[in-house]
Structures are given as C-alpha cells and as structure tokens.
C-alpha cells in the first residue's frame, strides 16, 4: 500500500510536528512518522520535564526559606514521588495538546520508523519513504513530493564508560528517577549539567559537576560562568573543572568512583550515581542516509540556509543538523523550510539573533555575542553593566544576586550581545532578543519605558551605562 502526500515528515519532536502544523496551514497534505511519541525530547525528555522538576525544586527552597519573606511554616517535606506525579501530568496535558493540534490539521501520523528508501519512478525527487510500524502491522511506502528529516538527538557517551541507566545515567534515566540519590557525580557542565545540579541541589542532593574546560557553561559569557560558579559553590555544590574524566577509572561497588585527571594531579569522585552531560549526537542512523546523496559533517546533517540537504527536496532540521540544539530553534527552522517548501524565500535565521537559556537557580540567558567572541570577531566593543541589587523588584522577589551586560559595538552602537543571570532573566531575555531581531542600539533599548517596578529595568538600566549613564548605580 502507498499514499502520496506534498510533504512528509520522519520525526515529531518540535522541530517536526511545528513543521507539520506549518504544512498543514499551507494548505499541504501532510505526514509525520514517529516511532515514539509526538513532542519528541522536548517534551519527554528534555525542556518540559526538567522545568517541571526544576520549579518543584525551586519551591521546595522557597519553603524551606519562607521565614525570609515573613511565612513561618512549621515542617517543609520532600514527596519526591509527588514532584514526579506532577510532572507526567504536565507532560501528559502537553501531549494530548499536539495529538489534538495534528487531528486539527489534518495531518496524518504513522506510528512507527521512517526510512528514506531513495528515488523512483513514483517519487523521482524525494524518494519515497518506507513506514515500519511499531505495532507490527505490514510496512507502508509513503510517496512524498518532499520531505523534512527531524530526527533529532540522543545523549552522547563517553568512550569506556558505558551507561547502564542504574549507576551511570544521562539525562533521560535521570528524568525518570523515583528515588533521589544522596550523592551525585555529574560529568559535564554545560547548560544540562548545571540545571541538573542546581535541581538536585536544592532537592538535597550532595553535588560535584567534573567539567572538561575551565569553566562551566563554557559557551556563556565568562561574566556569566563565574557568577553561575559563584552562586552554585555557595549553595554547596563541588565544581571542578579543567578536569578529564579517566573512564577506564570507573567503578561501582557500593558507590560510582570515578577519577578525572586535574591540574592538580589526578583527582578522585565519589558519588551514589553518575550523571553524563557531554553534548548530544544526531539521529541519522537507519534512517536511510545511503540511498540517498545527503553529506553528514561530523554526525550531523548539512544543509543550506533554507534547511534544503544536498538533495534539493529533502529537507533537514532541528538537532540532527547541529547547531544550537535548541527547541525554538528547531521549531523555527521546521516553519523556514516549510515556507520554502512552498516557493517563499524566508529571511534565515541569524544564530546570533537566538537566545539560550539556563534554567538553573539562578536563571542565565543570553543572546548574541560574548565579549570574548566580540572581541575576537575584531568589534571594538562597550560594555554596559547593571546588577540586581540595584533593582527594586529583584529584592522584592528575594533574588538580588546577579546582573544583566550588554555587550555594543563601540564604532556603530549595534547591539552585539546581551547576557544575564538572576531572577527570571529566561523570561527577560525575550526583549533583548527582540532588539537584536530589530537591530536596536543599547540607546534605543534604553528609550523603551520599563515598568517600575519591574526586573526588566535591569536592561534599560544596563543598556544606559553602556554609555556611562546609568540611574541607579
Ligand atoms: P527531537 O525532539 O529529539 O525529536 C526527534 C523525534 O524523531 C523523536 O521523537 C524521535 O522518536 C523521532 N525519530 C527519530 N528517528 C526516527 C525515525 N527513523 N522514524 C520516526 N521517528 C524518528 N531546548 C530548549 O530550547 N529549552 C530547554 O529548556 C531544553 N531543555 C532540555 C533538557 C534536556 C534534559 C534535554 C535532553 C534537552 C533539552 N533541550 C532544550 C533541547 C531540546 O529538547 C531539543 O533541542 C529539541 O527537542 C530538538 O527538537 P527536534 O525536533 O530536532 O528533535
């Protein structure tokens, strides 16, 4: 059996099931393979657990320091199997959402693995798709004009130090955690790595992150890594980096031991479990690569500006092509290539116009530049600087650590870099990335009238001492 569509899609993580939406409201017919389920990581394991579980945290700590804010609450108990309850449910409510948004579309969703089988008569351009499904029914061949591969990623491992989703996890076995452990190594500390320090931080678990570079959250401002070091060492949690983990080191008897070759000489971890947060690798295997003329550089796919691979109607997006491994990224790109699909020219996406976020305690954000990339990219940069504790709300909220830095090019006032740490700047960086879509200067940011009192006044303040003329400090 066979059915021809306008575009079929293998993958219906966000990058995937946005793009089918898109499709559909193009007036497409339109398919998606899954072989799990619709939402992807994102939504089974990646954002949207983790944030659930991170905000769980989060009020655990505010309990435990209600008396600050005037509350005197008696006893604050941990009911770790209610923090995971909530969180499926969160998930499970987010899910029906898309299988609904994909029943309003019209769209049609095979259960099961997509695989490219390369052209033929019946699809000369994007080559028809084989379907085989996870309930075991007879493979279907889908006949596709085009095609958009959002296949996505999965953790990466390290050579010798095998995950066996016990001792030694990633993050989808930490995710799915119904006890916590008392202790915790986590190997890498990037964006991951630090939300899952933060988390089991405050939720008592005792805490080291082994990172490779010098500093954790390497690709943030150095600003922003050493007050995100700053802010975790005071809460407890054990950092060492410029650290090499040895996995022929490890062992597991009655705990996970590890050793990390150091500056200081080799160096032994201890911990009740292992948490490897090294990157992620694309999914690009049996997804039938070889029948086709698609180029991978370094795992991922390549692509050109419109997400179009070496063959002109098969499209790739999302995390299997690199880059920021982001959900609005993959979101965004899934929406660029269905509208070139469709004979547009959508302006590309500039990742320099892309925030990220950390959603640890505190938050971090940023989009555009560092100082350090600015520099290097030979920009004469300003910089201007603002702290929380000069803001009103950020004592109000009981977070006053932290500040916003703008980073601007000193010749032509183009706003080059924005980066934060403190209280909801996840939610504050959506301005900054709204200047940079625009091409704002710091000044015009600065002429924007921020409510008082407000966090954001952190960035009008910011972007005035670009040019020496901040109010409050
Ligand atoms: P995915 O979401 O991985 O979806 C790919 C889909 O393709 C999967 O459902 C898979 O089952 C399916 N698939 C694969 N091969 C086939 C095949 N052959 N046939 C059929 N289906 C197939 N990003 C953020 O922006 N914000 C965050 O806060 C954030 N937090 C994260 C936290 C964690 C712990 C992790 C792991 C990731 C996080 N991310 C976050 C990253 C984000 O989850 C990814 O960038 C995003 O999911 C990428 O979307 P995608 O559609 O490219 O791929």
Redesign the pocket.
């Known amino acids: 059996m066979s059915k021809e569509y306008d575009v079929v899609i293998?993958?219906?993580?966000?990058?995937?099931y946005v793009a089918a939406i898109r499709a559909s409201q193009l007036g497409f017919s339109t398919a998606i393979?899954?072989?799990?389920?619709?939402?992807?990581?994102?939504l089974h394991?990646?954002?949207i657990p983790?944030?659930a579980l991170l905000k769980s945290a989060e009020v655990f700590q505010t309990a435990k320091h209600s008396e600050d804010y005037g509350i005197l609450s008696s006893q604050v108990e941990l009911d770790f199997s209610k923090v995971q309850q909530r969180k499926e449910q969160i998930v499970e409510k987010l899910y029906s959402g898309v299988q609904y948004l994909m029943k309003k579309g019209k769209i049609d969703v095979y259960e099961?693995?997509?695989?490219m089988l390369g052209p033929s008569i019946f699809s000369p351009m994007a080559g028809s798709i084989s379907v085989e499904f996870t309930n075991g029914d007879e493979n279907e061949v889908l006949i596709p004009k085009n095609v958009i591969l959002?296949?996505?990623?999965r953790?990466n491992t390290l050579p010798n130090l095998e995950v066996d989703g016990e001792t030694v996890i990633t993050?989808?076995e930490a995710?799915k955690m119904e006890k916590l452990p008392t202790s915790i190594i986590i190997v890498g500390g990037g964006?991951?790595g630090v939300?899952w320090a933060s988390m089991l931080c405050d939720f008592g678990v005792s805490v080291t992150i082994v990172e490779y570079s010098e500093r954790i959250l390497p690709t943030e401002d150095e600003d922003v890594s050493k007050e995100m070091h700053r802010a975790l060492v005071s809460r407890g949690v054990e950092i060492v980096t410029g650290a090499q983990v040895l996995p022929e080191t490890l062992q597991k008897e009655a705990e996970v031991v590890i050793e990390a070759q150091t500056s200081n000489g080799k160096q032994t971890f201890k911990g009740e479990r292992l948490l490897l947060s090294v990157g992620?690798k694309a999914?690009t295997e049996?997804?039938g690569i070889e029948n086709t003329s698609i180029e991978l550089d370094r795992g991922f796919i390549m692509t050109n500006e419109y997400y179009q691979t070496k063959e002109s109607h098969i499209y790739a997006?999302?995390?299997?092509i690199g880059g920021l491994?982001?959900?609005?990224?993959?979101s965004h790109e899934g929406i660029k290539a269905v509208e070139h699909i469709a004979g547009r020219t959508p302006i590309p996406m500039r990742s320099t116009d892309i925030p990220r976020?950390v959603?640890s305690s505190p938050q971090a954000a940023s989009v555009g530049l560092t100082e350090e990339e600015a520099i290097k990219n030979g920009f004469h940069v300003k910089v201007g600087k603002f702290p929380f504790q000069a803001v009103g709300k950020a004592l109000i909220s009981g977070e006053e650590s932290g500040f916003a830095k703008i980073i601007a090019d000193k010749e032509t006032d183009d706003l080059l870099g924005v980066h934060l740490i403190g209280p909801n700047v996840t939610e504050l960086i959506s301005e900054a990335g709204l200047a940079k879509v625009l091409d704002a200067t710091p000044w015009e940011m600065a002429h924007a009238v921020h409510p008082h009192p407000s966090l954001s006044e952190v960035l009008g303040e910011a972007a005035l001492s670009v040019d020496g003329k901040a109010i409050h400090f």
């Open positions: 293998i993958g219906g993580g966000t990058g995937g393979v899954e072989k799990n389920k619709l939402g992807g990581t994102c394991a990646g954002c983790s944030k099961g693995t997509g695989r959002a296949t996505g990623s953790p993050s989808d995710l964006v991951i939300e992620r999914n049996g997804i997006i999302g995390d299997v491994q982001l959900a609005h990224v993959a976020c959603y």
